[in-house]
């Protein structure tokens, strides 16, 4: 990959040299600069600023131009010919010359691609960088690595508060692993408040790290830091705390003064815990079954599903409705019906998929449109 042309200003930080060589990095792309035979080689305009999915995509079609005004922001070279024909017309400012078999997008008509890793088909964003649109481009490129598909609160809630944390982490030059630290010590505090009956204050004390949660992954992609260690941790986190909340959360009930049966106790817990495990084994097999494809972007009914699925987020609006009424003991059977009524959608979609696949049919991503 070879960055053409000079530009000083800088995006979260980083010049466009650097980030494109992140990107380029962050998708197992040679950034070291044009070959001897330049075969293969991915030209990039350092005037614009483009969504990493575009790298992507790009990437993936040999010959392919995306262009913003008429002239080339990104394109992928075939050959020595193309190549230096891109750089002329990128330091020139003007269209390149077509060739055989070259496809040309036209970024103004609004194309439009998948991004499987966040679960979208949208048009990302391209935009030239100067200094007076450096704040837009930060929000372009922050919403831009938001998931299409994911639950209530994350998508509509705190994107905003997020977006102000990311800034601010970015400023100070906090790393994703900070960000992911500070929400892990939140994760045991919020479980020794719920175990304690302190729910208020273990709900708050959660929030920050539901936002928190949010804020490391963006600072991570705004910022081209993503590293194996952190999606680690990040996951790691997210994948093993929700049971020991629900848990606390039952044991708590006893301080609060509204203890659970010993048998609606178990009850609760093991279709709670059991569910968690089980929707999570689904969302596997799915997985391994249909090309690492997501259950939640198999049909539009799944992502819409997947805003209020018995996870997390969604069980703590349950659990906060609950408190509003001072229940948080039917709140967590609340949360123990909804995972049953989850799990079992889960089930069934996961049976329709087989079915579909018996009768000849191939699963593939609504997001993926006509593509």
């Known amino acids: 990959m070879e960055s053409v042309g000079s530009n000083p200003v800088r995006l979260w930080g980083l010049t466009m040299e650097e980030r494109a060589s992140r990107l380029a990095a962050s998708l197992g792309i040679d950034s070291t600069g044009p070959s001897a035979e330049d075969t293969g080689t991915i030209i990039s305009n350092n005037a614009v600023t483009y969504d990493p999915a575009w790298l992507r995509h790009i990437a993936d079609h040999p010959g392919m131009v995306l262009t913003l005004d008429g ?7 075939r050959g020595a010919s193309e190549a230096a024909e891109l750089r002329a017309a990128i330091n020139e400012g003007r269209a390149a010359a077509s060739t055989t078999g070259q496809t040309v997008l036209t970024y103004e008509d609004g194309p439009t691609i998948e991004n499987k890793q966040l679960r979208k088909r949208e048009t990302p964003f391209l935009m030239p960088l100067t200094k007076e649109t450096i704040r837009p481009l930060e929000r ?51 479980t020794f408040l719920f175990a304690s009956g302190q729910y208020w204050l273990g709900m708050g004390v959660g929030l920050i790290f539901m936002v928190f949660d949010t804020v490391d992954g963006k600072l991570a992609r705004c910022t081209v830091t993503s590293s194996w260690w952190g999606n680690i941790f990040d996951h790691g986190i997210d994948l093993i705390h929700p049971p020991f909340w629900w848990w606390f959360w039952a ?12 048998p609606m106790f178990w009850v609760v817990q093991f279709v709670i815990q059991g569910g968690y495990v089980l929707q999570r084994v689904i969302e596997g097999v799915f997985m391994r ?20 699925t018995a996870r997390r987020n969604p069980n703590m609006v349950i659990l906060f409705v609950s408190m509003i009424f001072g229940r948080p003991d039917i709140g967590l059977i609340a949360v123990a019906v909804w995972t049953l009524i989850s799990l079992a959608v889960h089930t069934v979609r996961i049976f329709q998929a087989q079915a579909f696949r018996r009768r000849g049919g191939t699963i593939k991503s609504w997001l993926a449109g006509n593509a």
């Open 251 to 262: 044991t708590g009930l006893a301080v609060y003064g509204l203890p659970l049966s010993e």
């Open 71 to 77: 002239v080339p922001a990104l394109g992928h070279a």
């Open 289 to 308: 079954q249909n090309g690492m494809m997501h259950i939640h972007v198999w049909e539009r009914f799944d992502s819409q599903f997947r805003l209020i």
């Open 140 to 190: 372009a490129s922050y919403f831009g690595a938001y998931k299409g598909v994911t639950d209530i609160l994350t998508k509509y809630l705190w994107p905003e508060w997020a977006l102000v944390l990311t800034r601010i982490a970015a400023k100070i030059g906090m790393t994703p692993n900070m960000v992911t630290a500070i929400g892990f010590i939140c994760v045991v505090a919020a």
